[in-house]
């Protein structure tokens, strides 16, 4: 899980520094999914976020993660469909994705080499990489010693 206040800080820091608005449902979708251990979706984010402000609607969500994506302080799951808050928004390389298939965990990593490597072999194939993701399905420490002890 990652920090919230620290995340919710550097968000607000980053959203000035780009001269873009972090308006409260902006800051209410990031805060939810940075207080979640592992991915939300969209319609789980949607049946909080109604519970606070009765007017919102699936495009509500949709424009906030569009939002927190385009300002790298969100990722979207794509095998799961979710979306986990970025511990490090100011990176601004690619970045890999650790899921628990067990708790549902989700940690980040930033090898960018990997992340060179597969845009030279692209290169070399005549394709320009424009987005990539990288998920590693697998089991946490955590859910493999209880599988042990069960």
Do not use: W
């Amino acid at each position: 899980m990652t920090d919230s206040n620290s995340l919710l800080q550097q968000a607000e820091r980053q959203c000035q520094r780009h001269g873009v608005r972090f308006t409260p449902i902006r800051r209410r979708v990031l805060e939810m999914i940075a207080g979640a251990s592992g991915g939300l979706k969209a319609y789980d984010l949607l049946d909080r976020l109604a519970v606070e402000h009765a007017a919102a609607r699936p495009p509500t969500i949709y424009r906030a993660l569009d939002f927190l994506i385009e300002q790298g302080l969100v990722h979207r799951i794509e095998s799961l469909n979710a979306y986990v808050a970025c511990p490090c928004p100011e990176h601004a390389h690619g970045f890999q994705l650790l899921i628990c298939r067990h708790c549902g965990r989700v940690e980040e990593l930033h090898l960018d080499d990997v992340n060179h490597q597969l845009n030279i072999q692209a290169r070399q194939l005549g394709f320009r990489v424009e987005r990539q993701t990288i998920e590693l399905l697998g089991s946490c420490d955590i859910c493999l010693e209880a599988a042990a002890r069960a």
